[in-house]
């Protein structure tokens, strides 16, 4: 099993800037994904940014060019860096791993979720 903490949403003024964090533990595998998602209310949970344990990474096209996703150094955590920040971003963020593998504990994990408002 793998659990996951979050934390640093808030409410933020539209333009301001917001960093979540994500910690990780449990039976974490080398060959991994952590990123983050979001759901606003009425709307389905989408893909926000994610990296590989590998180091790459994808962003949704909304929001390119204003946030950055980046792991510590242990690998067991994952940061979402929100600059220029816009009333449609409001939504609970939530945090993710895939484990990739065939072994028990494969699979997606989700964290609690944190509350991002932007205020217009």
């Known amino acids: 099993q793998v659990q996951l903490v979050e934390s640093g949403g808030g409410l933020v003024q539209a333009g301001g800037s917001l960093r979540l964090s994500c910690a990780a533990s449990g039976d974490i595998f080398s060959i991994n994904a952590m990123g983050w998602y979001r759901q606003a209310p009425g709307k389905e949970r989408e893909l926000v940014a994610r990296m590989s344990s590998g180091g790459s990474t994808n962003y949704a096209d909304s929001v390119k060019g204003r946030f950055t996703i980046s792991r510590g150094d242990a690998k067991n955590t994952v940061y979402l860096q929100m600059n220029s920040l816009k009333s449609e971003d409001t939504a609970v963020y939530y945090c993710?791993?895939?484990?990739?593998?065939?072994?028990?504990?494969?699979?997606?994990?989700w964290g609690q979720g944190t509350q991002v408002t932007v205020s217009s």
């Open positions: 993710n791993l895939k484990n990739y593998g065939l072994k028990i504990n494969a699979g997606d994990y």
